[in-house]
Each structure stands twice: as structure tokens, then as C-alpha cells.
């Protein structure tokens, strides 16, 4: 009974009058009951945030007629550097590549118009060229970067695509659809090289000079801004081209060499039996450009490299050449045959191809096109284009890039070129026989000017002592006296040359640069928002139809509504986009 009325006096409600709970708090003097006291974790050592983790670094991709690099903005170098060649684009399980005889197989002749179509991504004249191809070539390389050097999965982020600064549209939107379609791509940023070449240059201003592989662009920047551009087909592809002729050549042995002395007939049907990957190793290896020619016949730059050569082969070998073999050694030069065999070749010929190339080197002005222009008076030209003031800055900011820059000799033949065109004809833009009788007479007149401007000497006359001395002062004409020194203009330009670092301008000077991939990083890591942005949605809704034609738009916000808090429909929300450059 005992426990049963226990049992239902624990389940009788509380009485109304039970005591609070207010002897339980703590007195004021009393100290602190114990708790788990809060962690402030340094974010140095915990994970990002949700506001770092939904912004993704952008994406740096670099696309052009031979090469793709991609990498994080913000780093100094890209992180893959990939081609696309035939052997880049073989087939899951094709492994011939490592077979023993792999590299001696039988070669297919090549033509020359045909030469190095299988390496080329792209080409500017899209007649024969297949844009599905070129999306499956773009896709497989991306993919391979994402994979193999990026390490990234394929989230939304933000593209910054660095292309040449003369795109076919068909081509420029067969790259931005597969960009947008299989990689998840918000957002892409179109940037031209120029700029961000002279931005790795550490320059605002420059003469940026694109040796590339099918042809070689001249564009003027002036504050990061493009002022003038122009183009020649004399780049990296007509240099390949002339080595494979000249490994042609001593391959065929002595008929070659004559026939090549007595050949007159079209070039385009030429056949070469020189693999194009061999004429490519044997360029980026040995090729070199001269400067000038002595007495000898032998280049000046090519003496050191021969004789360097020469050090090199005695000690290896131990024995001595004759005077003939020390200025001009002999280069031998592997030939993928059946059977194996070397080709023994001068090795001043190898200075050939960049010259004739490049250079046209035994060919008159009238015999070429204005797309066949050499390089230096492509450069010439370029800077005849300009202004006086811009000029100046340009000239001394040449910027040499591209895959030609690095042909030892280059860019001294360029700069010793242009002094020398300038020595001759000056910056005049007109040129002829017409032009020189003019030059003639006008330097004719100014001499005849400063001749009689001279005043006459004075006479030696016998005077008497008795006589006072005549005044000898002969009055100058005010043209030839010297200008009044200003003394506040003279505290001015004090003051300037102590706040400003002086400025070189008016000279011939070659400065070197990064190249595209390091400038479009270092500007993207600086959160500038670019001219040409191309928005998913928009595109694939018009394609480059939607874009507007203007190229010269401003990125600056303006406010712009039909009323209080109606906002006009496309300015800021990514539906109005334009192609600036590229239009």
C-alpha cells in the first residue's frame, strides 16, 4: 500500500505555492559558474568561408594557330603548354609512337603549299578549313588541361581568353560555343595580345612586333591602348618552309643544289621529302639571322658560334681543321632514312632561312605585295604611321615576342635595319626617284640659305693712330641669335626632372617581355572588368549577332532609368555586350 501511495503522490500536480528559482542565481561578488568558453580560430588556420569558396579564381586560357596554355590568374608562368599536332591527337591505345623504328619509318612527301596544315589548329583564310575539327581540336585540349595540369573539376567560373587581334568571326564563335557548352563557362573575357604584352613588359606604351607562326602583326600601343596595327605574311611558317627546302636540297646531294641554282618554276607545287617535324627541330635548334656581311662572306655573330663549334669538336675529337673549316664549320644533321644517314651542311647556310624569310633577302621592293612586306620596313611603316610625340615613345619600346623572337641574331638585325633606314631616307613616308631629286633640291636650298646668312668678313684696312676706331659690331639677323634664358620655365622644368623619372624617346631600343599568358594573369589578378565580356546566356541566345557593332564602348557605369526605380532594360545586367576589337 506503502508503494502504491507513493506511486500517486509522485504523479499529484506541483502546488501553486512552489518556491522559485530565484535562490539559485548567483550573488554579484559570487564568481562565474563553469562553461565552454567560445573559440575565436585565426582564419589562417580554418577553412575559407562561404563567401571566398562561391567566388572561383578565374581561368587564363591563351589559344593560338599552334599552342594553347592555360592556368590560374594571378601566377606568373601558364601551367600546360600544349600543341596540336598529329601525335597530340591520336586515339586512346595508340602507342606506335614508342615503337623502336618509329622515327626511321618512310615519310610521305609534303607540298610545299600543304606545309604544316596537320600542326595548325586554325588558319585565317577558312575556305578549307573544318570548324568541327577545330571545336574537337579546342575540346580535347581543354580537357587534357583540366585534367593533367589544372586539377580542377568543372565548375562555373569565369574565362579569360587572351586571342590574336584579327579573328574570323565564324572561327571567334566555333571557340566561344564549345568554351560555353562543354565547361560550364559564366562568363568570358575577350583579350588581344598586344596589351597585355606590353603590360608583362612593364610599359604602358610600345611598338609590340608578333613574330607568330602563320604571319607576323606590328601593332602600336599607346597607354594600353591600340593605335595602329598592321600585317605580313613573313613569319615562323615561310622559316620552317625554307629550312625544309634547304635539308631538301643537300639530301637530293649535287643535282639538288643545281637544280635549285636553275629552278625558276612555281613554288607552290614544289614536293619536299623533308618531314615537317625534322625541318621544325632543325629550325628551333641551329637556325640563326646575320647581321651584316664581311670581307670574308662569313657574319660577324656566326664567327663566335663557329668558333665556340670548333673548341668544342677538338676537344672531343683531338684533331685540328683547316682556316676554311674554323670560319665555316660543318653541321651534321640527322635524317629519318632507311638507311641512316647524316647531312653534313655548312654552317653558315643555316642563316639562310631566317633571312630570306624574313628579311627577303634577294628581292626587290616592286617584286612584293604589301602583305609581303620584311620585317623592318613592316616596322618602319608602322612608326611612319604615327604621330610625332607617339612615335617617339614607341621606337624605344620595341617589343620583339612570339616564336621567331627567340632565333639568335634577330633582333639586332632588326634594330641595326631600322637605324639604317633611317639614316637614309629619314622619317619621310614618300620614297621613289621622284622623292630623292626632291630631298636633293630642298638640301641644295637650305645650303644656299646658310651660305649667304654668313655675315662677310671684316676687311684689314691701314688706319692712322690719330683716327678713331671704327665699330667692327655687325648686326646677326634675330633667326641665328640664341633664345633669352626663361628662369621661371628653368625652376619649372627643375622641379619636374626631380618629381618625374626621365623618359627614353627618340632612340632604337628592344625590350623584352613575358608574353600574353603573364600580362592577361597579372591584369585579371587586379579585378579590372574588361571591354569585350561575353555572357552565356546572351550568346547562346544570339550568338555574335546579339553583340553591338560600336568598338569603341565604354566600360564606366551610367545611370540611366525610364523613372524612379525602373531600371532600362540591358544597360548592367550582361544582355547588352559588345565585340570592341574584334567587331
Not at 619600346?397 to 634577330?410: E, H, K
Request: hydrophobic share 35%; glycine share 8%; charged share 25%.
Amino acid at each position: 500500500m506503502t508503494a502504491a501511495a507513493g506511486y500517486h503522490e509522485r504523479n499529484k500536480p506541483s502546488p501553486a505555492n512552489r518556491p522559485g528559482l530565484s535562490h539559485l542565481k548567483q550573488s554579484p561578488g559570487a564568481p562565474p559558474s563553469p562553461h565552454t568558453p567560445q573559440r575565436n580560430i585565426s582564419s589562417a588556420f580554418s577553412s575559407p568561408s562561404g563567401s571566398y569558396r562561391s567566388e572561383e579564381q578565374p581561368l587564363v586560357f591563351e589559344f593560338g594557330a599552334r599552342y594553347f596554355r592555360a592556368g590560374f590568374a594571378g601566377e606568373g608562368r601558364p601551367r600546360c603548354t600544349l600543341g596540336f599536332g598529329p601525335e597530340e591527337s591520336r586515339r586512346v591505345g595508340d602507342y606506335r609512337r614508342w615503337q623502336a623504328d618509329y622515327e626511321d619509318r618512310p615519310r610521305k612527301e609534303e607540298r610545299a603549299q600543304q606545309w604544316g596544315e596537320e600542326y595548325e589548329l586554325w588558319r585565317m583564310d577558312l575556305r578549307d578549313l573544318d570548324l568541327g575539327l577545330v571545336a574537337d581540336k579546342v575540346e580535347r585540349a581543354v580537357r587534357e588541361a583540366y585534367i593533367n595540369s589544372l586539377l580542377t573539376d568543372l565548375k562555373p567560373r569565369r574565362l579569360i581568353l587572351v586571342l590574336p587581334p584579327v579573328m574570323p568571326h565564324p572561327l571567334l564563335s566555333t571557340l566561344l560555343s564549345t568554351l560555353f557548352n562543354n565547361f560550364r563557362s559564366s562568363s568570358i573575357s575577350l583579350v588581344p595580345t598586344p596589351v597585355p604584352i606590353t603590360i608583362a613588359a612593364g610599359v604602358r606604351s610600345g611598338l609590340v612586333v608578333d613574330v607568330g607562326w602563320n604571319e607576323t602583326s606590328v601593332t602600336a600601343v599607346y597607354e594600353c591602348r591600340e593605335v595602329h596595327h598592321c600585317r605580313s605574311t613573313r613569319a615562323m611558317k615561310l622559316v620552317t618552309l625554307e629550312m625544309g627546302r634547304l635539308l631538301d636540297r643537300y639530301q637530293k646531294g649535287f643535282r639538288g643544289l643545281e637544280k635549285h641554282s636553275k629552278d625558276t618554276g612555281s613554288q607552290d607545287e614544289e614536293v619536299l621529302n623533308v618531314a615537317f617535324d625534322q625541318a621544325e627541330e632543325a629550325t628551333i635548334r641551329i637556325a640563326w639571322c646575320g647581321t651584316s656581311i664581311d670581307a670574308n662572306g662569313i657574319p660577324p655573330q656566326s664567327q663566335d658560334l663557329a668558333q665556340g663549334l670548333i673548341a668544342l669538336s677538338i676537344a672531343e675529337r683531338g684533331d685540328f681543321e683547316s682556316d676554311e673549316a674554323k670560319l665555316d664549320p660543318l653541321i651534321s644533321i640527322p635524317v629519318s632514312s632507311s638507311p641512316y644517314r647524316t647531312l653534313d651542311i655548312p654552317f653558315s647556310k643555316f642563316g639562310e632561312p631566317a633571312e630570306s624569310a624574313l628579311f627577303a633577302k634577294g628581292q626587290t621592293d616592286h617584286d612584293l605585295d604589301d602583305q609581303e612586306r620584311p620585317l623592318h620596313k613592316l616596322i618602319f611603316r608602322a612608326l611612319l604611321s604615327l604621330p610625332p610625340d607617339v612615335r617617339g615613345i614607341c621606337m624605344a619600346r620595341i617589343i620583339v615576342t612570339g616564336g621567331g623572337s627567340n632565333i639568335p641574331g634577330l633582333k639586332t638585325r632588326i634594330l641595326r635595319d631600322l637605324e639604317a633606314l633611317v639614316q637614309t631616307r629619314g622619317w619621310d613616308s614618300i620614297i621613289g626617284k621622284a622623292a630623292d631629286e626632291r630631298r636633293r633640291r630642298l638640301e641644295e636650298i637650305t645650303s644656299n640659305r646658310q651660305r649667304a646668312s654668313k655675315p662677310p668678313p671684316p676687311q684689314k684696312t691701314t688706319e692712322s693712330i690719330d683716327d678713331p676706331p671704327e665699330s667692327t659690331v655687325t648686326t646677326n639677323q634675330a633667326a641665328f641669335e640664341d633664345q633669352t634664358p626663361d628662369p621661371i620655365a628653368q625652376k619649372l622644368r627643375q622641379k619636374e626632372a626631380e618629381s618625374s623619372k626621365p623618359s627614353v624617346s627618340g632612340v632604337f631600343r628592344i625590350v623584352d617581355s613575358l608574353g600574353a599568358w603573364a600580362g592577361a594573369s597579372l591584369v585579371t589578378g587586379l579585378r579590372i572588368q574588361g571591354v569585350v565580356e561575353v555572357e552565356k546566356d546572351a550568346f547562346l541566345q544570339h550568338g555574335l549577332a546579339g553583340a553591338k557593332k560600336d568598338a569603341g564602348v565604354s566600360v564606366v557605369a551610367q545611370r540611366q532609368s525610364f523613372g524612379a526605380g525602373i531600371t532600362r532594360p540591358g544597360v548592367g545586367d550582361g544582355a547588352t555586350w559588345t565585340l570592341g576589337q574584334f567587331a
